[in-house]
């Protein structure tokens, strides 16, 4: 009982020493932590960091026992650290970069915001008919090495042009879409899979797989149309979100894209 009121007392006597200097180096310490945590959480570079995790008690023990040829391999993997980690956390580092770097001021591009409503106007018409498609939003990171690799098009987005570049029978229908600053820059562009080992795999399609996979490697944003549910999903930082109309869509690529939302201006229903 005295041992934890003295843990106490000491703890009390540190808190009262403290600076305010020193909440503020706790509190960015915390959320820095915090973030590391977020980023890795689900994805396999979560796997990896346990694994580091792993590693570093390994070598705590071979120092403590004595265990010469355990402790070798440990003091030259540990030596390389840094190395090991820039090469296994690339994506997740420059992920984590892009969201530093996200501004969410809200501003206007009637282009964008059009280009919004015509590819929500068409996703839940697809959704409708059953027809799947994939659709990423570039935002601050450059998504050009993915446009490069597919057909370039660089026409004004249409609800129409979607859905002839995505009917079954189109030549690129099994790609995505991308639209660089409100305008459809290329289609038929193949994305960045999410690793069949990875916790999520199970549970997706390609397309899902696909549009988590850019998510996390950039910040795009991308909706996806299930073919087989019949559902339309927003991705971004690798969650996916089934929207449950067009209105909330709409409203989310508004948000994210730091577009300033208009009422007068939802999508209307397409006809055919």
């Known amino acids: 009982m ?3 009121s003295t843990i106490i007392t000491f703890i009390l006597n540190s808190i009262a020493g403290m600076r305010f ?3 503020i180096d706790i509190f960015l310490v915390a959320l820095i932590i915090y ?7 689900g994805t396999r570079s979560g796997q990896v960091l346990l694994g580091l995790g792993v590693l570093a008690v390994a070598y705590f023990l071979s120092a403590k026992f004595q265990l010469l040829t355990l402790s070798f391999m440990m003091s030259y993997l540990l030596s390389n650290l840094f190395l090991v980690v820039v090469l296994l956390f ?3 580092i420059r992920r984590g970069l892009a969201r530093a770097g996200r501004f969410s ?3 206007t591009n ?3 915001a059009e ?3 015509e590819v929500v106007r068409a996703c839940f018409f697809m959704a409708e008919k059953r027809t799947g498609a994939l659709i990423a939003f570039e935002r601050r990171v450059s998504l050009g090495e993915y446009i490069e690799a597919g057909a370039k098009i660089g026409a004004v987005v249409s609800d129409r042009l979607l859905l002839a570049i995505f009917n079954t029978a189109a030549p690129l229908h099994d790609g995505a879409a991308i639209i660089h600053d409100g305008r459809l820059a290329a289609a038929g562009c193949f994305l960045p899979l999410l690793p069949s080992e990875d916790s999520v795999s199970r549970f997706f ?3 899902h797989r696909a549009a988590i996979g850019l998510s996390r490697e950039s910040d795009a944003l991308v909706v996806v149309v299930s073919e087989e549910r019949g559902l339309v999903s927003l991705v971004r930082d690798g969650e996916v979100e089934v929207m449950m109309g067009a209105a909330s869509l709409r409203d989310r690529l508004l948000s994210h894209m730091g577009l300033k939302s208009r009422k007068d201006k939802s999508p209307k229903a397409l006809k055919m």
């Open 2 to 4: 005295n041992s934890i």
């Open 21 to 23: 200097e020193d909440y």
């Open 35 to 41: 973030q590391i945590i977020s980023l890795v959480k």
């Open 90 to 92: 690339t994506p997740d």
């Open 105 to 107: 001021f809200a501003k």
């Open 110 to 112: 009637p282009v964008l």
């Open 115 to 117: 280009a919004i409503n």
């Open 205 to 207: 399609g390609t397309r």
